[in-house]
């Protein structure tokens, strides 16, 4: 194992107020980083640095912790150009939505769906992303699901069983015979690959009380609750993931004051937005800003998927929830990183503190508000996953 010690980072975001200037990013100015083998030795200023193995010269540029992405849909086949198109250009389109994604993952190969979702989780490393969430949902029986999260459980650690993404075509006339599928056999076959369940709770797709059922048949089985809420209208899912006490009620657009208050309220269940999929789908942002005045933990993830939010750009998010969500871009570069982890209940990413993994992100700037500031400029100048460094 050998160590380096990256130095001269103008500008550091470490996530650790003691470690920094008190603020919640914790910012270093003038700063070094020692990794050892996978994880972080030493942070503080440069000129205190302990020597190592090698030494990288950041060259006066910005440092932050590798983004966490909590919240993708990469286990899919085929694409929905057409579709996105159309929406685009104003023309209806009729072909399917997820029933179009559906279709085409099932024609997949196992090697088919490993090599496309390692496409896109290389993809977001070489911009910055080193942990990043996926569900399955695109398969929608036993034996597609679990084939699904298989190949995803060799690819990240954060794999999410969501058999209630849509009611499956075979059981369009009988949907709570499939939330007993999703609930029983279909639970039973992906359990043991996952680490969270999630359901689509909304109007067209499942209920309160489906939704309720199938995150607590997950919880016994050891799973824990994920829930796309109150997305596309008003409805139960907030409540029913912060009375279920799952990690994170995601999306958050369309929210009463009540739910704000129980999101606040809330010890372990973060809001996480995804300004992908409002980009995507020209639809009305979430108020970050008045889910962080009252008090909520908020996440900012890509949604990456092939209908709504086909970016894995985290640095667009930032920047979309800067200029249109309210948060400052100190918050929005925190949701990112913490916000994300804390939505993944890690305490080893999202921050650069002794004993978390080694992974980095040096900007090409001086400072992370570049990241707002330069939107769609490729800022990332290189990566450290798990201490390793990678050419971007
Ligand atoms: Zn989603």
Redesign the pocket.
Known sequence: MTSTVVTDIRTLVTNDPALGDGSPLGLVENAAVVLDGEHIAWVGPAADAPAADARYDAGGRAALPGYVDS?S?LLFGGDRTAEFNARMSGRPYTAGGIRTTVAATRESTDDELARNLRHFLDEACRQGTTTMET?SGYGLSPEQESRALRVAAEHTDEVTYMGAHVVAPEYADDPDGYVALVTGPMLDACAPYARWIDVFCEKGAFDGDQARAVLTAGKAKGLTPRI?ANQLSHGPGVQLAVELGAASA?HCTHLSDADVDALAAADDTVATL?PGCEFSTRAVYPDARRLLDAGATVALST?C?PGSSFTSSMAFCVAVAVREMGMTPDEAVWSATAGGARALRRTDVGRLTPGALADLTLLDAPSHVHLAYRPGVPLTARVWHRGTPLAV
């Open positions: 919240h849909h569900k796309h995601d995804l949604d998927n």
